[in-house]
């Protein structure tokens, strides 16, 4: 955390405010570097042309499209990030198909499935439902699985059966670690390999490439995470201090 | 010859923030400050090299966001007066402190830079920053690369090609529109890449960008070198991987080279330790304290602080100028006999650290390059285009997709604060595809529609907002920037739906979100 701004110990009051003495002033003139302040400056204008706020500043956002989409977005290796909207027309349209006796037990779930390999649903390796609450509008989805592709439906589950409401998008979730997959043009022996890809993530030396796993996310959640962190959360902070 | 190379590289980036609503706008002062303290200083700090026949080659992305505020004459003229206060400001000072010595060399200091910024800003560029780099790109030591048009993080839009598509365009007619040339390279927002991404950067011409450095290690097939050389992706555009060792020792918070204690401190600011009356008249926007720049004292203890001492500063830029030097000399006299060929060390850091949060940074840099040049022969500077000139030959990898954002992937944009945007963004882009693909032959207040639809959709997008939202201290800001775009694109949007564009409104947008005036819709059109 950084220091706080003290408010005594400020250099106002070392001074008080009398003329200079001849000596100083001296310094000051020749301190001023007059040959800058001699050079004619172009005009500028002086007068803004300042307009009135805007009626349309009310700033609302619509809560809902009347449209139906469910949309999936990779967040990292190991989370996914769904939002979704259903209609009242699509609502009904999946209920009638349950009937009525099956409405009394079913539950609104979030079905995951892996679809690595380029499966199309409803052909997937596996699947699994997050239940959610009737309000739910979006989730994060804690899939724990780089390097899989994915897809998502949004749908009721009554009993055995799943109704779906919506298919989203498909997602891939991106690899986290060294590659296994080798480049026969381009290789090094193996230690040299480890000795130079060590450097590469700022380690003296790696063993293996479980090391080069642990040691990019202690980098990535520790070290020099975000670069403009410094910079932005500066100007968030002086804003705070006001 | 040299052993190996260090491509430094600076991205510079600010949102567009212009309020001609008005008369003061406390955000503003972002780009002003970093006139003053990061451009000004950087480009006087090339001047001086040039002038000693110091080879150096450098990088710097200029945002198409940037480059439009340094062009825009509203901003510039704002800036002017804001230098005149500040100017007024330090010769009150010059004469508060004549009798105290430890902080009148200080004042006097700060008037002088005040007074030197004006003069470069006002007389020798015209109030036109961006032809002093593209001064030093013409003399080829500079490498000026762009960005997404406003920042927009990437891999949370590539569910729709157009809308990467656009902030690709935009952005490369934009840099060749302001610097006379189209970009050779790009600095993704936030490092922010996803497979496929390269392909919209080969369709304008692009041929390289940078990556953090999880990206290049993690990516298909194992890269041979990791991040000392460039790879190709399957497009032809090749990827850069930034060093983590040369970024620890400027970025890392307890081994960096700004925490030193001879170093300027930051948070001792005369427009939060002055009398308050005093400072008021320099104080933008509502009168409430901020920075003025004008700062007195050095890093030194938490509790007790010393007065800044220049000379001291100095001696620790030149230490830790030939340590950075050092440490890249160990790294490729290391890599260089397995590589067999000459390592490449990328340096990545925000052009904004150097100077107005890092006083020392531009002087370092200056130092750096210097001492490079004169002092030893193992490393030379390069820009990656020059890298890829003399080693063209390199391994095809798919990097994967990443950020250097916190934990660096897509969190720091997409999390509980700022997950909200998404919905509204996402349908924003489903409606500016739609219409592009409508109106084939618009006429001509329909055109404009479409054209201030796309730069409303464009602004909605930068990361900056999801990334203050994220920090949450002070998000309103960003919350009605999201808000205000999007609201001005449905407005539009519905105008042109009922096809009745309300020409008034679309006059104030146009006044008032005026950056890229050769937008041309028709890139939403995915052909």
């Given at each position: 955390m950084r220091r706080k701004i003290k408010k005594n110990d400020s250099p106002q009051k070392k001074s008080a405010a009398r003329k200079p003495a001849k000596k100083a002033r001296r310094i000051l003139k020749l301190a001023r570097k007059p040959v800058l302040r001699k050079v004619k400056r172009p005009t500028l204008p002086t007068t803004v042309q300042v307009l009135e706020q805007p009626s349309w500043e009310d700033r609302r956002l619509p809560s809902h499209y009347g449209e139906d989409g469910l949309v999936l977005m990779v967040r990292d290796p190991w989370w996914l990030f769904a939002y979704w909207e259903v209609t009242p027309q699509r609502q009904q349209e999946v209920l009638a198909q349950i009937g009525p006796k099956g409405h009394v037990g079913s539950k609104t779930v979030l079905r995951v499935y892996?679809?690595?390999?380029g499966l199309v649903l409803p052909r997937s390796n596996s699947f699994f439902d997050i239940e959610l609450n009737f309000y739910a509008e979006n989730w994060y989805i804690d899939?724990?699985?780089?390097?899989r592709e994915w897809v998502t439906e949004l749908g009721y589950r009554v009993g055995s059966l799943f109704f779906p409401l919506l298919r989203s998008n498909r997602v891939k979730t991106p690899a986290f670690g060294?590659?296994?997959?080798?480049d026969e043009e381009w290789l090094l022996p193996e230690d040299v390999y480890y000795r130079l890809l060590g450097r590469s993530i700022g380690a003296e030396s790696v063993g293996d490439s479980m090391d080069i796993r642990k040691l990019l996310e202690k980098y990535l959640r520790n070290v020099v995470s975000s670069e403009r962190l410094p910079e932005l959360s500066k100007k968030v902070q002086h804003l705070a201090v006001q | 010859m040299s052993q190996g190379y260090l491509s430094l590289i600076l991205h510079a980036h600010l949102p567009y923030v212009r309020h001609?609503?008005?008369?003061?706008?406390?955000?503003e002062e972002w780009l002003y400050e970093a006139i003053t303290e990061t451009y000004i200083p950087l480009l006087k700090s090339f001047d001086a090299l040039r002038r000693d026949g110091v080879y150096f080659r450098i990088t710097m992305s200029l945002t198409p966001t940037l480059l439009s505020m340094l062009t825009d004459p509203l901003l510039q003229s704002r800036y002017v007066k804001h230098l005149n206060r500040l100017i007024e400001l330090s010769e009150k000072e010059v004469e508060r402190t004549h009798s105290d010595e430890r902080f009148n060399g200080l004042a006097r200091m700060y008037r002088d830079l005040f007074y030197e910024a004006r003069h470069i800003f006002c007389d020798r560029y015209g109030n036109d920053l961006t032809r002093a780099f593209r001064e030093h790109a013409d003399a080829g030591v500079l490498e000026i690369i762009t960005c997404g048009a406003t920042h927009g993080f990437l891999p949370l839009m590539d569910l729709q090609p157009e809308a990467v598509r656009a902030q690709i365009a935009t952005a490369v007619r934009t840099h060749e529109r302001i610097l006379g040339r189209k970009p050779r390279g790009i600095w993704l927002p936030e490092c922010g890449y996803a497979p496929g991404i390269d392909e919209y950067l080969k369709e304008q011409g692009i041929l390289f960008f940078i990556l953090d450095n999880h990206s290049i290690v993690f990516g298909t097939p194992r890269p041979k070198f990791g991040v000392f050389a460039p790879v190709y992706c399957r497009t032809g555009v090749a990827a850069f991987g930034r060093d983590i060792e040369s970024s620890k020792s400027v970025w890392?918070?307890?081994?960096?080279?700004?925490?030193?204690?001879a170093y300027r401190e930051f948070y001792r600011d005369i427009g939060f330790d002055l009398d308050y009356e005093y400072v008021k008249p320099y104080l933008?926007?509502?009168?409430?304290?901020?920075?003025?720049?004008?700062k007195y004292y050095r890093i030194s203890g938490a509790s007790h602080k010393e007065p800044y001492d220049p000379a001291a500063a100095a001696r620790k830029i030149a230490e830790h100028a030939g340590n950075f030097i050092h440490n890249r000399i160990k790294q490729v006299e290391f890599l260089e006999p397995m590589m067999g060929q000459e390592p490449l060390i990328v340096s990545p850091y925000d052009a904004e650290l150097f100077g107005h949060w890092w006083f020392e940074g531009p002087q370092w840099i200056e130092m750096l390059l210097r001492k490079i040049h004169f002092d030893q022969n193992v490393i030379e500077t390069i820009t990656p285009i020059g890298y890829l000139e003399r080693h063209p030959r390199n391994q095809v990898v798919t990097p994967t997709m990443s950020s250097w954002g916190y934990n660096g992937y897509a969190e720091v944009w997409l999390n509980g604060s700022n997950d909200w945007i998404y919905r509204h963004l996402h349908k924003a882009v489903e409606r500016m595809i739609g219409a592009a693909k409508r109106f084939r032959s618009p006429g001509g207040s329909e055109r404009r529609a479409l054209n201030q639809m796309a730069r409303e959709l464009l602004l909605a997008q930068s990361s900056d907002w999801a990334f203050i939202l994220k920090t949450g201290t002070h998000s309103s800001y960003a919350v009605n920037r999201t808000k205000d775009h999007l609201q001005r694109f449905t407005q539009l949007w519905e105008g042109l739906s009922k096809n009745s564009i309300d020409m008034p409104a679309l006059e104030r947008i146009e006044l008032v979100d005026n950056l890229f005036p050769d937008i041309d819709y028709t890139v939403y059109r995915g052909e």
């Open positions: 892996d679809v690595t390999g899939v724990g699985m780089p390097d060294i590659s296994d997959v080798l | 001609p609503e008005h008369e003061r706008f406390l955000e890392s918070a307890e081994e960096g080279y700004p925490g030193d204690a933008n926007g509502d009168g409430t304290r901020i920075h003025t720049g004008i």
